[in-house]
């Protein structure tokens, strides 16, 4: 990487030049006279810059590096004539180091580098016989301009040197600068009217940098200031020997500056006295004089290192009246510690003391990288840690130890400094460097091969500091154990990562689908150095990479198979062995059994030998063996499975069904029943069916449990009276039970219907007619008694009289018991009568009829009638008039009132 460096060795001070950028905006910079780009006068005596503005206000910029000596020589005056401003500078007494650039500015210019239209400069050169050179800044030197003016300048060992220039106003420039050509020594000469003035000036080029620090402001002499008192400032960072750095203030109040109360006096440069360092400190004070409550605010102070790196550091002075409230703490010393490597030792305990100025006195509080109280720790915690704090002495501080260091002893400590009215808190970091260890395991994972098409979750944490980095690489293996010669292993990107700041940890976790066989590879890496982990991850679709499949129990008959399989990657064959009582186990073979046939299954991750029984015999029963064998004809591994074969049995119900072949009788509907028909015995297990009058049940009131052992009717209707059948069967033989279900209310209109005669039924029409007759008789009478009083007027026709029974609600109930007590012939015969039912208006042709306990016919489709047709028909007497066909499952032609009876005219 190339390095440029700009080097002043010898010349002038460059006129202070910008890049003008085009701007759509009249140009016209102020005007300085004399109108020249620089000036020469002579040392001892005065000279007045004037600038002049059109419109606007000008002021003067003196060189950067004016001393304090020339401010106190400098005298500004402003006149306005009409539009023009005018601005004068005069100096006084001029010396040599007066040298420089000054520049003429509009009021208000921000950045004089960009408004170029705002600027005009001139170089001023301060003529002496005596002092032919002016030095500036660290190692840099200017000429002065004189007429007769020889330069010249060289290396000390008369090397041959390369990329120097010369220019008047900045000086000898080498650019770029080579370390290996211009790092030396170097003598610069002038010569003048006889004077010679020579410098030598050794050059040491650097390597470009980075970063550089942050400093650190030292408030040691600022406690208790008060208006009219002095107090000073210290700004210092500690930086390798081979950098250069700058450290400059910026004060809250820019009039103290130019009123003559700032003092900053030429930085301070020490080297650390530590063993094994190689470190600096520099520092730059600031004194400010007869202090003001202007003085009060943040003070800057910046570094600036010779690669142009920057840190800045501010801290608030408070300038105080008496007996006035205040804090205030400091800190000498590193706030950033770092232990690492071979310096980290356990019994070499790490510090930190920060002095304290308050009134009243404050309470101090430690906090550690957690950001808990240090004091609340643990008794076991507490050990490492010791503090200690003074107040009442001249020194007043507070101090905390941090011993038996540990990774999870670095992080950021802070103590927090309070009083009534003030709270100070300081900042402190422990860098504990140490390499990353790595932990690696797998969730529900205990060994072997990893299951093919299953997702497993990795998980790795890698511990160090710096808090490392985890990354996962998959590496392809060509067999089981051995990659060598394999392609390079692949970054993965399916996981996720979660830092724990206070351990120093980094937590990856990876999702995986075993899909190929290899290597997964967690690498944890830092700074200083990687570590990495790997788990074997070799896919195979047999439990284990080798196990055996099969029943342990077969029903006596059934064909059945026993498979062994082992995975590619550790084994080269299987063989099957049967178990005898007397002798060595026997090798497996269908030439010796009939019954066996053996057969190969094989993958891309496995192979298997099948055994394949065509029926289950008793002979049969027994214990298996597979046998894997290594790529050396040795055996690797063995399982087992014990066989049983289970023989025929007949099912058998058991006795504790209610299911007697008796009959049920259910006094409410809502009430339900249960049947039960548990399976006793019966090798297979046999198939159970549930039938109604011979039919299927399939009702929505019934729900079969218990894998088939318990009918469960949740409401009962008449629909659902009749022969319930239990049967069991299996291919040896069957079993059933039965039992008859009634309800009540079905016996009571049994009772009643087998009482009524028909001389009843007529003696109770008649008797209804003869009411109808009174009735109509009556309503005549008082129509002719209300005419006597009325003009005559001819009566109209009588209308026919007509009896009619309303379409009224019928329920479940009563539909099924007219319908079965309905016949063809429509005589009420009800002990003899066919049940039909209207099946979309037509009755069925067939029907096969279950003698009924009370000598009554039931039909074996019940359930199935949606239609009760009453049209035509002779009914009992609560259903003699007509009515018309009725759908009872339809909530939507039914009504909430009972039936009545009525006569119309």
């Known amino acids: 990487m190339p390095y440029k460096f700009l080097i002043f060795v010898l010349g002038f001070i460059a006129p202070f030049t910008v890049a003008r950028s085009p701007r759509y905006v009249p140009y016209d910079p102020p005007r300085v006279i004399p109108n020249a780009e620089s000036q020469t006068v002579r040392a001892a005596t005065s000279y007045t810059f004037r600038c002049e503005g059109d419109g606007r206000g000008v002021t003067w910029i003196i060189p950067s590096d004016a001393t304090m000596n020339l401010r106190s020589r400098l005298k500004l005056t402003h006149i306005t004539r009409g539009n023009r401003h005018i601005s004068s500078l005069n100096i006084s007494d001029l010396i040599y180091t007066d040298t420089g650039t000054y520049i003429c500015v509009?009021?208000?210019?921000?950045?004089?580098?960009?408004?170029?239209?705002?600027?005009?400069?001139?170089?001023?050169?301060?003529?002496?016989?005596?002092?032919?050179?002016?030095?500036?800044?660290?190692?840099?030197?200017?000429?002065?301009?004189?007429?007769?003016?020889?330069?010249?300048?060289?290396?000390?060992?008369?090397?041959?040197?390369?990329?120097?220039?010369?220019?008047?106003?900045?000086?000898?420039?080498?650019?770029?600068?080579?370390?290996?050509?211009?790092?030396?020594?170097?003598?610069?000469?002038?010569?003048?009217?006889?004077?010679?003035?020579?410098?030598?000036?050794?050059?040491?080029?650097?390597?470009?940098?980075?970063?550089?620090?942050?400093?650190?402001?030292?408030?040691?002499?600022?406690?208790?200031?008060?208006?009219?008192?002095?107090?000073?400032?210290?700004?210092?960072?500690?930086?390798?020997?081979?950098?250069?750095?700058?450290?400059?203030?910026?004060?809250?109040?820019?009039?103290?500056?130019?009123?003559?109360?700032?003092?900053?006096?030429?930085?301070?440069?020490?080297?650390?006295?530590?063993?094994?360092?190689?470190?600096?400190?520099?520092?730059q004070s600031l004194i400010i004089h007869d202090a003001t409550l202007d003085d009060q605010g943040s003070y800057e102070c910046k570094v600036t290192d010779h690669s142009k790196n920057t840190q800045t550091t501010r801290e608030f002075v408070h300038i105080l009246k008496e007996e006035e409230s205040y804090l205030r703490i400091y800190y000498d010393g590193y706030q950033t510690i770092e232990r690492g490597g071979v310096e980290l030792k356990r019994d070499d305990p790490v510090q930190w003391v920060v002095h304290i100025e308050a009134y009243p006195k404050p309470n101090v509080t430690w906090f550690g990288p957690d950001g808990k109280k240090i004091a609340e720790y643990g008794r076991r915690k507490r050990k490492d840690f010791a503090i200690d704090t003074f107040f009442g002495g001249p020194n007043e501080r507070t101090m905390l130890q941090i011993k038996n260091l540990a990774i999870d002893k670095a992080g950021n400590y802070s103590v927090r400094v309070q009083n009534e009215k003030h709270v100070k808190v300081e900042h402190f970091e422990l860098v504990i460097s140490v390499e990353p260890k790595v932990e690696l395991f797998v969730e529900d994972f205990y060994g072997g091969f990893f299951e093919f098409s299953y997702e497993y979750t990795i998980k790795c944490s890698g511990t160090g500091s710096p808090t490392p980095d985890v990354n996962w690489l998959f590496q392809s293996c060509s067999s089981y154990n051995n990659c060598e010669g394999s392609e390079n292993a692949k970054v993965l990107t399916n996981f996720n990562n979660r830092i724990r700041e206070v351990v120093h940890t980094q937590d990856s976790?990876?999702?995986?689908?075993?899909?190929?066989?290899?290597?997964?590879?967690?690498?944890?890496?830092?700074?200083?150095?990687?570590?990495?982990?790997?788990?074997?991850?070799?896919?195979?679709?047999?439990?284990?990479?080798?196990?055996?499949?099969?029943?342990?129990?077969?029903?006596?008959?059934?064909?059945?198979?026993?498979?062994?399989?082992?995975?590619?990657?550790?084994?080269?064959?299987?063989?099957?062995?049967?178990?005898?009582?007397?002798?060595?186990?026997?090798?497996?073979?269908?030439?010796?059994?009939?019954?066996?046939?053996?057969?190969?299954?094989?993958?891309?991750?496995?192979?298997?030998?099948?055994?394949?029984?065509?029926?289950?015999?008793?002979?049969?029963?027994?214990?298996?063996?597979?046998?894997?064998?290594?790529?050396?004809?040795?055996?690797?591994?063995?399982?087992?499975?014990?066989?049983?074969?289970?023989?025929?049995?007949?099912?058998?119900?058991?006795?504790?069904?209610?299911?007697?072949?008796?009959?049920?009788?259910?006094?409410?509907?809502?009430?339900?029943?249960?049947?039960?028909?548990?399976?006793?015995?019966?090798?297979?297990?046999?198939?159970i069916q549930w039938t109604l009058n011979g039919l299927n049940i399939s009702s929505p009131r019934a729900q079969i449990l218990e894998e088939g052992q318990l009918l469960k009717l949740n409401y009962i209707t008449e629909v659902d009276e009749g022969l319930y059948v239990c049967s069991i069967s299996n291919q040896v033989g069957a079993a059933r039970v039965n039992q008859v279900l009634i309800l009540q209310s079905s016996l009571d209109k049994d009772f009643f219907y087998s009482h009524i005669s028909i001389p009843v039924i007529v003696a109770v029409s008649v008797a209804l007619l003869l009411v109808a007759a009174l009735i109509i008789g009556a309503k005549l009478c008082f129509l002719r008694k209300s005419k006597k009083s009325m003009a005559w007027k001819a009566p109209p026709t009588p209308p026919t009289p007509r009896l009619t029974q309303f379409d009224l609600p019928v329920d479940d109930g009563e539909c099924n018991e007219v319908c079965r007590l309905t016949n063809n012939s429509r005589d009420a015969t009800p002990s003899e009568a066919d049940c039909r039912c209207s099946l979309s208006g037509r009755y069925p042709q067939h029907s096969q009829t279950l003698q009924y306990p009370s000598h009554r016919n039931v039909i074996p489709y019940y359930s199935n009638c949606s239609v009760c047709d009453y049209s035509i028909q002779t009914l009992p007497l609560n259903h003699m008039m007509r009515t018309l066909p009725r759908n009872h499952y339809d909530a939507n032609l039914r009504s909430p009132s009972p039936s009545k009876l009525s006569a119309e005219f």
């Not at 170029?116 to 003529?127: D, P």
């Not at 208790?224 to 390798?240: A, E, N, P, Q, R």
Request: hydrophobic share 30%; aromatic share 8%.
């Open 106 to 283: 509009y009021n208000g210019t921000r950045n004089i580098e960009q408004a170029t239209e705002n600027v005009t400069s001139m170089h001023l050169y301060v003529s002496d016989d005596a002092h032919l050179l002016k030095k500036s800044g660290f190692e840099f030197l200017r000429a002065i301009q004189s007429e007769a003016f020889k330069e010249s300048v060289g290396r000390v060992d008369n090397r041959r040197d390369y990329f120097i220039s010369y220019d008047p106003r900045v000086g000898f420039t080498i650019n770029p600068v080579m370390l290996d050509i211009h790092s030396g020594t170097f003598k610069c000469g002038a010569t003048h009217r006889g004077k010679v003035d020579e410098y030598t000036a050794s050059l040491n080029v650097l390597v470009k940098t980075s970063f550089v620090p942050r400093p650190h402001i030292n408030k040691t002499l600022t406690r208790h200031i008060s208006v009219g008192k002095s107090f000073k400032l210290s700004c210092s960072v500690t930086v390798d020997l081979e950098v250069l750095v700058q450290l400059s203030w910026r004060t809250p109040n820019s009039k103290s500056r130019y009123s003559g109360r700032l003092e900053e006096p030429n930085p301070n440069s020490r080297n650390l006295s530590m063993g094994g360092t190689h470190l600096k400190i520099v520092e």
């Open 509 to 687: 976790t990876l999702k995986i689908v075993a899909r190929k066989s290899g290597r997964v590879i967690c690498q944890s890496c830092n700074s200083l150095d990687c570590e990495t982990k790997i788990i074997p991850f070799f896919v195979t679709d047999i439990k284990n990479g080798f196990n055996i499949y099969g029943p342990s129990k077969v029903i006596e008959g059934q064909p059945f198979e026993l498979t062994c399989s082992a995975s590619i990657y550790n084994f080269t064959d299987v063989e099957w062995f049967k178990h005898e009582v007397a002798g060595e186990d026997r090798i497996i073979s269908p030439l010796t059994d009939a019954n066996l046939l053996i057969t190969s299954r094989n993958s891309e991750l496995s192979f298997s030998k099948v055994l394949r029984f065509k029926n289950a015999s008793l002979s049969d029963h027994g214990r298996y063996y597979c046998k894997a064998y290594s790529r050396d004809g040795r055996i690797r591994s063995a399982l087992h499975a014990d066989l049983t074969i289970l023989p025929l049995e007949l099912p058998k119900i058991s006795m504790d069904t209610n299911m007697k072949g008796e009959r049920s009788v259910v006094e409410e509907p809502h009430s339900g029943h249960e049947f039960y028909c548990p399976v006793y015995q019966g090798r297979p297990h046999p198939k």
